[in-house]
């Protein structure tokens, strides 16, 4: 970036209008034209222009430095992580009073600017704009239905009274204020995981409408989209819209209706035909043979792509059992026979995570699982909610590097008279001294997307304290986790895993939301919130029999010798039955 020019404006007084945000992926080209388009800008402001390269290895960075442009330009590199954190990462740099998105594939109107200005000055938050076809774009069925696409949407939107729906709120092309975004708290990242295509638009603006934001459609603000996605990819988006329209209803349930009834139900012969002969269809559309019937054929596909996508995330989130998990130490206790088996070693809490996903299993959010015990959202298929109890450090070191990667959401739950020291609730028993987070450690937990719960002040078995005492165990508790920065805890685990009604009254009174025992059982709407039952997995819990545990809740059938000695028992009575037989 010219930072010269730039601070040199600022000295004399002039400030930055616009910031300009382009995240761009592998695509060198269009990206160039795009910072061309915006030398012809009639706006007598000043802007500047940040492009965000996330990931391209096709020469984009190299070719943006070497363009010479009348404004300042920033280019800025980063790994593959999506378009969001792409977008986040321009408005952390951004110098102007309004940002302004736009994807790569644009080519701006010479009064773009000008006209997100006008809207602006005449009261609006956020401005989306009009995305009408470009003239150059691949002239072919995927493009004509965007332009369809484009102009339907400027016709219904320019109409008096309009408003935009859920799906009109796409952020290709829009602005709002730098003091608004970060009110709002950027985009979320978690919709672009990996990279993926998602509904981190969607999730934005809908968080503004929440918010009470005024926002407003200009048909005048125009950039034109050079529409250049392959059918192949066309169709792998539509995919994973399907998974991110669950990751989005999940988010916010009350748009399961606007968002999964925009697209045609499926059926089991039409998924099975499509799964069958999508390549030839595929093939006939790369050669060129375009027609009404293969154009047909290639929609009714995307619809099922996108359905396909749905079932991938978990299906429609709907009420169902919740399974609820319940770990200690993240550590090998060989040797300490009292704690061996709540010791559960890095390499077999991989492996324990892998079996549950491979098999289906889906990790939720505590956002979900409160609005799921009130019975106001539904839960994906196979639904798991992942708690730790105690905090000791190995929750930090090894179990969080495991869920930040696979982006796993946790609870912990601290005991707050103990931080930085050691569980000497368990020297009774005479078990091994295991070392507890300290405040430090319980933030960069905390930072790392694992929400802090309270275990007590001390880990007394709370259905022993004197009922005087339980306001300081409990709300004292709360109290001092919330004294070293962390917000108020909503969720309690019971040292011990139990309570009583003395303990539970404690618990409500305090202000807590869900509270959690270690009986067995799986967990449906509107029960008790205070006699939350968890499932404690162990070290001995692999392979079948921790599916068998998890699906039972609990309630495993499957012996402690496992599942292979099972077996082997029943060839070998099945062996001597044969030869009794015989004889």
């Not at 709002?176 to 978690?190: A, Q, V, Y």
């Not at 496992?562 to 060839?571: E, N, V």
Request: net charge positive; hydrophobic share 40%.
């Amino acid at each position: 970036m010219n930072d010269l020019r730039l601070m040199q404006d600022i000295s004399r007084g002039k400030s930055v209008r616009f910031s300009v945000i382009i995240p761009t992926y592998q695509r060198r080209e269009l990206v160039l034209a795009l910072v061309h388009s915006l030398v012809r800008q009639e706006f007598d402001g000043h802007f500047e222009v940040i492009v965000v390269v996330d990931g391209s290895i096709d020469g984009t960075a190299q070719a943006l430095r070497e363009i010479s442009v009348p404004f300042p330009m920033m280019v800025i590199e980063q790994q593959n992580k999506g378009r969001a954190t792409a977008l986040n990462r321009g408005a952390d740099v951004a110098h102007g009073e309004i940002l302004l998105f736009l994807d790569d594939d644009m080519e701006a109107h010479p009064r773009l600017l000008a006209e997100h200005n006008r809207s602006h000055q005449e009261g609006a938050d956020i401005v989306l704009g009009h995305i009408p076809l470009h003239p150059e774009s691949p002239s072919n069925f995927l493009g004509a239905a965007v332009g369809i696409w484009s102009e339907e949407r400027v016709k219904r939107l320019s109409s008096p009274n309009a408003t935009p729906n859920i799906h009109d709120m796409i952020t290709g092309q829009a602005s709002l204020s730098l003091e608004i975004f970060r009110k709002l708290g950027g985009f979320d990242t978690n919709f672009n995981r990996n990279g993926s295509f998602g509904n981190e638009d969607l999730d934005f603006c809908y968080r503004l409408k929440l918010k009470g934001y005024h926002i407003v459609f200009n048909p005048n603000a125009i950039s034109w989209q050079k529409y250049v996605v392959t059918p192949s990819d066309y169709l792998s988006q539509w995919r994973q819209a399907g998974r991110a329209d669950v990751a989005l209803v999940r988010k916010h349930p009350d748009l399961i209706n606007d968002i999964f009834a925009a697209h045609p139900a499926e059926s089991l012969i039409e998924r099975v035909l499509w799964r069958l002969t999508s390549w030839l269809l595929l093939a006939l559309v790369n050669v060129g043979i375009q027609n009404a019937i293969t154009t047909r054929l290639f929609f009714r596909g995307r619809d099922l792509e996108y359905w396909r996508g749905v079932r991938e995330a978990g299906g429609i989130p709907k009420p169902q059992s919740l399974r609820i998990l319940a770990y200690h130490s993240i550590s090998d206790l060989s040797g300490c026979h009292i704690l061996e088996q709540y010791g559960v070693p890095e390499g077999l809490f991989l492996r324990q995570i892998d079996t549950l996903q491979n098999s289906g299993y889906r990790f939720i959010t505590t956002d979900e699982f409160l609005r799921f015990l009130n019975g106001n959202g539904g839960l994906p298929r196979k639904p798991l909610l992942l708690t730790f109890d105690d905090c000791f450090e190995d929750i930090l070191k090894v179990a969080l590097p495991i869920l930040k990667k696979r982006g796993i959401p946790a609870v912990a739950f601290a005991v707050s008279g103990r931080l930085g020291g050691v569980n000497d609730w368990d020297k009774i028993i005479g078990a091994k001294q295991i070392r507890l987070l300290d405040a430090n450690g319980l933030k960069e937990l905390a930072a790392g997307g694992v929400e802090i719960g309270s275990h007590s002040k001390t880990h007394r078995p709370l259905a022993q304290v004197p009922t005087e005492e339980l306001a300081k165990e409990v709300g004292g508790s709360l109290a001092d986790l919330q004294a070293i920065g962390l917000p108020r805890p909503r969720l309690f685990a019971y040292p011990h895993g139990k309570s009583d009604d003395r303990v539970e009254k404690a618990v409500q009174e305090a202000g807590i939301q869900a509270a959690f025992t270690v009986t067995a059982d799986c967990v449906m709407p509107f029960q008790n919130p205070y006699r939350i039952p968890r499932i404690e997995i162990l070290r001995s819990d692999v392979g079948w029999k921790l599916l068998c545990k998890v699906a039972l809740a609990g309630r495993s059938i499957i012996p402690s010798i496992g599942i292979r000695s099972l077996l082997k028992r029943l060839r070998l009575k099945l062996a001597v039955a044969v030869r009794e037989y015989q004889s």
